[in-house]
T-cell receptor, first 114, second 115 residues
């Protein structure tokens, strides 16, 4: 399978716990993105990597959130001290570094904070 | 501040008829537009795109029309099939500035195609 892979698909955690999600992009894609989707909304941009460099972070990404992409391959998104408002679908996408090219999304990680 | 608006939360059509999904945008810097389809519990799947230098792009049963002066685009699906039932997201991007990778999405339109 050469698509974007995300793990886990579902995560239920207690408020205050830390969680980490993983994204494996399409192998030749040097751009990687994290988006968040809440109920009734479209995906909202969180952060962007070009290779291993994190080039932009949305103001939606509070200091409890951290993302990494070591060696420009897979990426992790960690949320510390989770809050109920963090419950959402976390989507990872990747693309080539060209204009007018689409981003391919993974299946997402559904986070529920109880 | 919704820069990409899909004002119809839902649309229901009969199988074989045309489905028309609409999208409006407010940011005049947007110059590339995409439609994604999303099934429940899955990530969005790219469907079709259009650059602002064009006013129409067609791919099989799917056609996207862009009216730049009205800041409006639409997705036409003809003929509609039950398997097209999904949430459709309109997304836009600006190629200028430092954020030419960032997609701004609408809230989506739930399309139901009835057999």
């Amino acid at each position: 399978d050469t698509g974007v892979s995300q793990n886990p698909r579902h995560k239920i955690t207690k408020r205050g716990q830390n969680v980490t999600f993983r994204c494996d992009p399409i192998s030749e894609h040097n751009r990687l993105y994290w988006y968040r989707q809440t109920l009734g909304q479209g995906p909202e941009f969180l952060t962007y990597f070009q290779n291993e460099a994190q080039l932009e972070k949305s103001r939606l990404l509070s200091d409890r959130f951290s993302a990494e992409r070591p060696k420009g391959s897979f990426s992790t998104l960690e949320i510390q001290r989770t809050e109920q408002g963090d419950s959402a679908m976390y989507l990872c996408a990747s693309s080539l570094r060209h204009l007018n090219t689409e981003a391919f999304f993974g299946q997402g990680t559904r986070l529920t904070v109880v | 501040d919704q820069q990409v608006k899909q004002n119809s939360p839902s649309l229901s059509v009969q199988e074989g008829r045309i489905s028309i999904l609409n999208c409006d945008y407010t940011n005049s810097m947007f110059d590339y537009f995409l439609w994604y389809k999303k099934y429940p519990a899955e990530g969005p799947t790219f469907l079709i795109s259009i650059s602002s230098i064009k006013d129409k792009n067609e791919d099989g049963r799917f056609t996207v029309f862009l009216n730049k002066s009205a800041k409006h685009l639409s997705l036409h699906i003809v003929p509609s099939q039950p398997g097209d039932s999904a949430v459709y997201f309109c997304a836009a991007r600006s190629s200028s500035g430092g954020s030419n990778y960032k997609l701004t999405f609408g809230k989506g339109t739930l399309l139901t195609v009835n057999p």
